[in-house]
């Protein structure tokens, strides 16, 4: 597409297909009409309603497949700015040569990445990409894919694969597993940027196209386990060095010289000693600006890369030498044995190229104008004509800017692969120089056509050859389609042993100057039964004409041996590997001097040498899953929007558009192997609720035989369980139009394969819910065993504390209950121990006293003349609690004091004197009797904490204190 922005147009006039349109009749094309008007008539038929062509998303939807209804339907889609349609396998790509808006975005990437169905979406070139990425997730064989973009200079091959590594980059690259961010990034942005230094130094502004790939490239974006992007690494095949040197009218040089002089500094051109005045002869169309003249960018990209300060200005001083080199004109000398000198103009530049290569000017002219020729032992120096001594020239700016080319690819892939240990699957995309047909073909055009005849018989063995004849072999009924098959234009080219490859090859090898004419009369000769091959007997210009898939393009001989030979003088190397530039040293360090007396086939040529590499790539090619892509240019002069029909129906000819229509249309795409096809969808037939009984199998059956018997009964069972669906009725031919059993792969279509899938969710699904389901019972089960195991625990702690709470309660009862009894024993024997005995005092007749005594609670003493003890309680306790006790406290002198005594049990001075209470009228009257009043004690917890436990016979409790003790029981 357009190198534009990244903008994608709306979706308006974008729909499914509407189904095939009947009717059709073909009318033959008279020759004296004009192409228009025969396209005009031969649509009458086919145009039902002309405004709904454009929803034509898929050209196998079109009935019948011609040139020219294919060409109508994409000219209606072009004319509503839609510029992808599917071709069957294939995806056509129209460049509308301007920026369409939202046509790359970052949105629509992720729209197209997270579609369930990516196919079932309006076609374009992330539906493409999205597939080889869901290949590679999924493990279906051959795991490793391969983008191939192809089509004419100008169509739009660099803008897609520009676009679909930043989609790689942008999908690939989203890590969402704990990783370094920045590591990512860089991932990412060191492989985006690697296409701006590619672009810059291996591109140019052709008559074709504005940015035309003047190499080949193929890009493998490495993907580790987790299909993430970890690295890439690139290929390069045949870059054009001759444009350096020479520019075809009209054209330009790479892209970097116009960069370095449109956007260098003044400081910069002050280094590189390009003022602002100075014209350069290797600059043509100077003044013409594209969008690809972005110096800042460049430089940019190479900061990203890695590439330091020090190492740009070794690289743009290189450059700028190369540019120095292209003023530097010879005259001859008058004198063929003296060296040609310089033009008068010339020496400033030769300075200027000497100083930026950093050799010695001296050197640098002579190894320009001598040449050095080795007789044995002996080097004789001879000096070189006018056109040598230019030749020379030629030759070391292209060798100097080749190497430079090499080295950038070098420390690209050293800055952007991955180790090997950590990718193990790749994604490749391929994008190599278009179709060219110049005015004047040589060695290049020739290498180009080469390389996109090998991509086309790719293309017809992978999708139409092949897949025609493996459906014979495995069985189907089908018709051959008629396709155009290069391999003669092949066979004419690299064939063996005889073609023009092979005769380049030979007349390089000899040690002789090479002769136009001559060559063209071997040619002739040796090829004369090749019918891709012809010649103008009556052109001055010796040359001959090939007949490609795309085209009848006529080169020429003059020169392209020499092209072929590519020599390079070894004294040039010498001094580039002498000089003063750490850059030039480095990368003709390793340069082997090729000696000019070498024969045979020691010499290796560029046709060889382009041979193998692109062989190398096909082998790729072959291992991987290929996807291709068909880049269309609409008109030849890139005009916005403009659609020229005999430039895109040529293209659509030549490209074999029509029958890759015709065969997928009618084909079955997928092809799986049986057991492939088993272990994949082998579940459908065993959770399916549709029986269709187990197939009799003999001992002695084969393996093939019970696969197809296994695949049979699957495909039974999807189609019976299709059939009962509500939204679908297939009948037996349909299900024949769907799938094919062949002997070794089953055949499928996309809507087969779909329906299988759907149905493989489906069971995956309810599978994975009856996972979840008696996952979650195990779970639920296990929570409630371990809350009755915690419950039952908590239980039988809970009453085993108890159960030991209980017997400290009864121990320590016990305890107070046997302490209790001990101690109101003891005081019970303490208090009947203080009692009078009864029977004594009963036997005593005594007076009887005085009821107004009574009342007062006077003592009475006693009228036996003998010492009494005066025995007593406190004047208080006396009074309040014991009313029957006859001893009075109301009379003062000595019987008060007799009563203190008594109450402190104190003996008399004289001991003449005796009290005693009148217990024995009364009954008990002694310590145990109850006070009326109320006795309060003040307590924290309990009283037995003041109390005697173990009182002693002998105790000192006595009086009040065990009137306390026992009101506090």
């Known amino acids: 597409m357009s190198s534009a922005t990244d903008q994608r147009n709306g979706r308006a006039g974008h729909s499914r297909g509407v189904g095939t349109v009947k009717g059709f009749v073909q009318k033959a094309r008279s ?183 003047r190499f080949g490239k193929y890009i493998q974006l490495q993907l580790d386990r987790c299909q993430m992007l970890v690295g890439a690494s690139v290929q390069t095949y045949l870059l054009e060095k001759t444009r350096v040197a020479c520019q075809p009218a009209n054209e330009r040089n790479f892209h970097i010289f116009y960069q370095m002089m449109k956007g260098a500094t003044d400081e910069q051109r002050k280094e590189w000693m390009m003022p602002h005045g100075q014209l350069f002869v290797w600059l043509p169309n100077a003044e013409k600006t594209v969008e690809e003249d972005c110096f800042n960018e460049t430089v940019e990209a190479m900061v990203h890369l890695g590439i330091n300060a020090e190492r740009q200005r070794q690289i743009f001083r290189i450059l700028a030498g190369i540019l120095q080199l292209g003023n530097v004109n010879f005259c001859s000398s008058a004198d063929e044995s003296q060296m040609c000198n310089l033009e008068e103009q010339s020496k400033d530049s030769m300075q200027r190229a000497a100083e930026l290569l950093r050799v010695p000017a001296e050197e640098l002219q002579t190894c320009l104008t001598v040449r050095t020729l080795k007789a044995g032992k002996q080097s004789v120096l001879k000096p070189c004509s006018q056109a040598e001594c230019s030749m020379r020239r030629d030759c070391l700016a292209k060798t100097i800017y080749a190497q430079l080319f090499e080295w950038l690819v070098t420390f690209i892939n050293n800055s952007i692969c991955a180790d090997k240990s950590t990718w193990c699957n790749f994604i490749g995309v391929l994008d190599v120089y278009g179709f060219e047909c110049f ?119 003059q020169g392209m041996v020499e092209k072929n030979k590519d020599p390079v003088p070894p004294e040039l190397i010498n001094l580039l ?150 939204s679908h009725n297939l009948d037996r031919e349909k299900h024949n139009s769907l799938v094919h059993c062949g002997r070794t792969k089953v055949f499928l279509t ?29 779970q639920r089960r296990r929570r409630r065993a371990r809350q009755q195991s915690a419950t039952l625990i908590q239980a039988v702690v809970r009453s085993w504390l108890v159960r030991r709470q209980v017997q400290r309660w009864n121990r320590a009862a016990a305890v107070i209950q046997g302490t209790w009894r001990k101690w109101t024993a003891l005081l019970k024997s303490l208090a009947e121990a203080e009692l009078d005995d009864a029977k004594d005092l009963v036997e005593e007749d005594m007076p009887e006293l005085n009821p107004v005594v009574r009342e007062r609670g006077s003592v009475q003493l006693s009228t036996i003349q003998e010492p009494v003890t005066v025995r007593g309680w406190p004047m208080g306790l006396a009074l309040a609690s014991a009313p029957s006790i006859t001893v009075s406290l109301t009379a003062t002198g000595f019987q008060k004091m007799m009563s203190v005594m008594a109450s402190l049990n104190l003996p008399s001075r004289r001991g003449e004197y005796k009290v005693e209470t009148n217990q024995y009228t009364q009954g008990l009257a002694s310590i145990r009797a109850q006070p009326r009043g109320s006795v309060k004690l003040h307590y924290q917890r309990s009283p037995l904490l003041y109390a005697d436990r173990q009182p002693e016979k002998k105790t000192e409790v006595t009086g009040f204190n065990e009137i306390l003790l026992e009101k506090t029981l």
């Open 577 to 726: 590997q002498k000089a003063e530039n750490p850059l030039l040293q480095q990368i003709f360090a390793d340069k082997e001097t090729e000696s000019p007396s070498s024969k045979g086939l020691s010499k290796v040529t560029v046709v060889s040498k382009f041979k193998n590499s692109l062989e190398s790539l096909m082998r790729i090619l072959h291992t991987t899953t290929p996807h291709y892509t068909r880049c269309i240019k609409p008109n030849p002069d890139c005009k916005p929007l403009t659609f020229k029909k005999e430039e895109v129906i040529m293209q659509l000819e030549a490209c074999g558009i029509v029958e890759t229509i015709h065969i997928s249309a009618a084909g079955f795409p997928i092809r799986i192997p049986l057991k492939s096809f088993i272990q994949r969808y082998g579940l459908i037939s065993k959770y399916s609720k549709f029986s269709s009984g187990t197939p009799n199998v003999d001992v002695e059956t084969d393996i093939v035989d019970i696969l197809q018997q296994e695949v049979e009964k699957l495909l039974r069972v999807v189609l019976q369980h299709q059939t009962f669906g509500p």
């Open 31 to 213: 020759p004296d009409r004009s192409l228009d008007d025969s396209l005009e008539g031969e649509l009458q038929a086919f145009l039902i309603d002309e405004d709904q062509l454009h929803t034509y998303d898929d050209l196998t939807k079109v009935n019948p497949v011609t040139p020219t209804t294919v060409l109508k339907c994409l000219q209606a889609r072009y004319r509503v700015k839609v510029f992808y349609t599917n071709a069957g396998c294939t995806l056509v790509a129209l460049n509308p040569f301007q920026p369409i808006p939202d046509l790359y975005s970052l949105d629509v990437m992720k729209e197209y990445h997270c579609a369930p169905q990516p196919q079932e979406s309006k076609p374009h070139i992330f539906i493409v990409a999205e597939e080889a990425y869901r290949n590679v997730q999924g493990q279906v064989e051959p795991v490793n894919q391969s983008l191939v973009v192809s089509g004419e200079s100008g169509a739009g091959k660099t803008w897609t694969s520009r676009c679909l590594m930043k989609y790689y980059a942008t999908v690939a690259a989203s890590s969402s597993v704990v990783k370094s961010q920045d590591t990512v990034e860089r991932i990412e942005r060191r492989v985006l940027d690697s296409n701006p230094i590619m672009e810059a130094f291996g591109n140019a502004c052709t008559l074709r196209n504005n940015n035309s790939s």
């Open 439 to 557: 005015r004047i073909n040589n060695l290049e055009q020739l290498c180009i056509n080469y390389a996109n005849e090998k991509l086309q018989q790719h293309f017809v063995a992978h999708y139409l050859r092949a897949q025609q004849e493996e459906y014979v072999s495995e069985g189907l009924e089908w018709s051959f389609v008629k396709y155009q098959d290069n391999q003669s234009c092949l066979d004419l080219i690299e064939g063996s042993p005889i073609s023009v490859f092979s005769l380049l090859n030979e007349e390089s090898r000899l040690n002789r100057t090479s002769d136009a004419k001559t060559f063209r009369i071997r040619l002739e000769k040796e090829l004369c039964d090749n019918a891709n091959i012809s010649w103008d007997k009556f052109s001055k210009e010796p040359h001959f004409t090939v007949a490609h898939y795309a085209g009848k393009v006529n080169y020429q001989i």
């Open 750 to 778: 996309q809507l087969m394969l779909d329906l299988l899938e759907d149905q493989r969710k489906k069971i995956l699904s309810r599978c994975a819910f009856s996972i979840q389901c008696c996952w979650l019972r195990h």
